[in-house]
Every structure is written in structure tokens, then in C-alpha cells.
């Protein structure tokens, strides 16, 4: 974003250094012989701009347009992994994925006696556009009247247009799946290499009286220390179609939409080409499409969601964003002559 706006604040700077150079000169040419600051609204969000004739049917404009922050709230269920998913530790065995009330509650209750926690079977994830642009376009005004223009030029800014993330209350949940599949990952990594007779966690510390300690606790095998076996266990998580999505180092679950940065648009337009005499102030409509480069990636540490099968309301999202591939553009254009 600060990259995006040095480069606005850069074209502007020159626009408006520019523009009393030969002032004089330029009056009878109408070139860059004034401003016009405006404000714009519409479905590439909220934004401003400044604009300058060159000649009389010609107008470049540099501005700049962000989404507001919209929060959406979807759910995601909690199941086991299931066979076949695009994951790493996919276990087999179980081909649904989805988890008993009972067994539920018996973690459920194992964990709250650890921790204090309560869990719930679902976690909540926030969706947000984030999509913001710098824009240079330049408008060809080429009837009489000055009132219809076709306009082009490219929209530039981060690749992120949408994000997705855990809420707060989702942490407790998030962090109890990340334990489990710690747990599940070592019992099965050390009972590969005992050769199945145990496996373990290593808990390495300093004791009360300052003494360094290490102990070996049996989590799987005949002789666990733990009323199950965990290597028999499957890892827990998020079933999004094809992919099984856990928490990550952060204990967190995210994704982003992603597009090309630079985005090339062309439309038309209705409306005043630039405030003159005694009007100050204009008013236009323009329609356009905005090329993203593609079908936008819909990215989940490093796999595209938008080819993993997603169903319910989060693959409605995500199915949404992949028939996208050129984004409609509807602005209204509020105009100001500075000069």
C-alpha cells in the first residue's frame, strides 16, 4: 500500500508541477492548463482522483481506490481427515471424515479438564475484501458534444483482493486441534522408529531445584502412559473439499484470493469532461471491465481452493471469485475544477 501511494503521490506531484509551466501557452491548446480534483464510488470501491486536459477531447487521471472492509462470516466443521485428501498424514481408514457426537464430547471434555476451555465443533472464519488499486486512465472524448468517452489504461496495486481468517473465539478450538495432531504426528513418527514397539514426546525442562530434566512420555503402544493409542488416531481439522485444512504454526486458518498486480482496464463513460468558467463542479458515470490476468488463486498454504471441490457456503464464495475472471467495473465520478 505505501508503494501504491508514493507512486500516486509521485504522478500527482509532477501533474501539478507540470501544469503552470507555459501556462500561457497552453491556455489556447488546452493542455494541462488545469485541475480537477474528484471523489468516485462504486464497485471498485471508494476512491479520489485528480485529472488534466490534454487538448480538447483528451483527459489523463490518477487516482487512487480501496474496498471498505466488509466482514462476512462463515463456518467451518470440525471432522478427521478423511482418505484421499490433499494434505500431508493422510491416515485412510476413514473415508467421511465426520466425528460422533460422543467421541466429540469426550474430547470435548478432555480438553476442558486441561485446559478450562469449552470447544465447539465449528470454527468461525472471517471473510474481508482487501482489494485497493493506484489507477492511471486516460479518457478520449471523441464527439462534439464532450459527453461520451471510452476510457483506458491500468489499475495497479497488491496482489491480495480477499482474505480469510479465524476470529478470536475460534483460537481455543484451533489450539486444541493443533495439540491433537502434534500428539498424533509424534506418536506415529516414533513408533516408526522404535519399529511399533512405542511411541513418544521427549519434555525437556528445569526442575524446582534448578536441576535440567528429560522425560519420555509414552503416548502410543502397548505400554502409553495414556488411556489410547495415538498413533491409531487420525489428525483433526477442516475438510474443504478435496483438502483438509489444519491450523498452522500460528495456531491460526487463513486464506487469500489472489490476482495479478497489474490490471489493465478499459471502459466508457457519460458525463461532463472537465468543469469550465464559472462551473466548478461535474458529474460522470462510467462502466468498465478490469482484467485480473486469469482466474483469481484462491490461496491456502500454497493450494488454490478454487480447484479442491468446495461445497456449501464457503465453495459459494470461493465459486464466485473463480468466475471472475474480468471484474465489472461501476463508478460514479463527483468532480471539483481546482485551477
Known amino acids: 500500500m505505501r508503494k501504491v501511494i508514493v507512486r500516486l503521490f509521485s504522478v500527482c506531484a509532477m501533474m501539478m508541477f507540470l501544469a503552470p509551466v507555459n501556462a500561457q501557452e497552453k491556455e489556447d ?11 468516485t464510488a462504486g464497485t471498485a470501491g471508494i476512491g479520489i482522483d485528480l485529472s488534466m486536459p490534454i487538448g480538447d477531447k483528451v483527459r489523463v487521471r490518477a487516482g487512487y481506490t480501496f474496498v471498505p472492509s466488509v466482514k462476512t ?31 466429540f464430547l469426550r474430547y470435548k471434555n478432555a480438553f476442558g479438564a486441561l485446559t478450562g476451555y469449552e470447544l465447539s465443533r465449528s470454527v468461525a472464519v472471517y471473510g474481508r475484501p482487501t482489494m485497493q488499486n493506484g489507477k492511471l486512465l486516460v479518457d478520449v472524448f471523441p464527439f462534439r458534444n464532450k459527453k461520451w468517452s471510452l476510457t483506458g489504461g491500468i489499475f495497479f496495486g497488491p496482489r491480495s483482493i480477499a482474505r480469510a481468517y479465524n476470529t478470536t473465539e475460534a483460537m481455543p478450538l484451533l ?5 491433537h495432531n502434534h500428539l498424533v504426528s509424534e506418536a506415529k513418527r516414533t513408533m516408526e522408529q522404535t519399529g511399533g514397539k512405542s511411541g513418544y514426546i521427549t519434555i525437556a525442562g528445569v ?27 487420525k489428525l483433526m481439522g477442516f475438510q474443504l473439499g478435496d483438502y483438509f485444512l489444519t491450523p498452522d504454526e500460528d ?15 478499459l471502459g466508457f463513460g457519460y458525463g461532463d469532461y472537465e468543469p469550465k468558467g464559472d462551473k466548478k463542479y461535474g458529474v460522470m458515470l462510467e462502466c468498465g471491465l ?44 463527483i468532480s471539483r475544477r481546482l485551477f
Open 73 to 103: 462470516t462463515m463456518h467451518f466443521g470440525l471432522t478427521e481427515e478423511k482418505t484421499g485428501s490433499s494434505s500431508s498424514g493422510t491416515t485412510g481408514g476413514n473415508t467421511n471424515g465426520k466425528i460422533s457426537k460422543e467421541r
Open 175 to 179: 489450539l486444541s486441534v493443533g495439540m
Open 207 to 233: 526442575d524446582n531445584n534448578g536441576e535440567e530434566y528429560e522425560y519420555k512420555l509414552i503416548i502410543a503402544g502397548p505400554e502409553s502412559d495414556l488411556p489410547m493409542d495415538l498413533s491409531k488416531r
Open 251 to 265: 495456531g491460526m486458518v487463513k486464506a487469500t484470493a489472489k490476482t495479478d498486480p497489474i490490471r489493465p482496464y
Open 290 to 333: 478490469l482484467w485480473w490476468g486469469g482466474t483469481p488463486v484462491v490461496d491456502c498454504y500454497g493450494t488454490d481452493l478454487a480447484t479442491q471441490h468446495v461445497k456449501g457456503s464457503v465453495g459459494g464464495y470461493i465459486n464466485v471469485i473463480k468466475a471472475l475472471k474480468v471484474f465489472p467495473v461501476i463508478n460514479i465520478r
Open 29 to 39: 491548446k488546452n493542455i494541462l492548463n488545469h485541475m480537477s480534483g474528484a471523489v
